[in-house]
Nanobody
Framework: QVQLVESGGGLVQAGGSLRLSCAAS????????MGWFRQAPGKEREFVAS????????YYADSVKGRFTISRDNVKNMVYLQMNSLKPEDTAVYYC?????????????????WGQGTQVTVSS
């Protein structure tokens, strides 16, 4: 089992950058595929980015491709989401998620473990 704690959210102007972090507990962190999802008010939670356990494979939603970068540090048990060129439509609560049975995660149903979320607000 793994516990996830996100940090790094905040208020930023359009065009700015933020880096989200997700700290994971557990001794087998490298066995988990990790993902970032987001949920805006009144909308369903949606996939943002994911990374395989080894970090060799990454996947992105079309809406963030070229602007966001997911990475992980299996020594520190951390996952990061670097967000550049932020837009007001990126405003949402961002969640870190994990699964130990899949190579990658791309849907909410894929993930067995979730963090509490961190708010990202992009002003125009």
């Amino acid at each position: 089992q793994v516990q996830l704690v996100e940090s790094g959210g905040g208020l930023v102007q359009a065009g700015g950058s933020l880096r989200l972090s997700c700290a994971a507990s557990g001794r087998t962190f490298g066995d988990y595929a990790m993902g970032w999802f987001r949920q805006a008010p009144g909308k369903e939670r949606e996939f943002v980015a994911s990374i395989s356990g080894t970090g060799d494979n990454t996947y992105y939603a079309d809406s963030v491709k070229g602007r966001f970068t997911i990475s992980r540090d299996n020594v520190k048990n951390m996952v990061y989401l670097q967000m550049n060129s932020l837009k007001p439509e990126d405003t949402a609560v961002y969640y870190c998620a994990a699964d130990d049975s899949l190579v990658v995660v791309t849907t909410t149903q894929d993930c067995d473990y979730w963090g509490q979320g961190t708010q990202v607000t992009v002003s125009s």
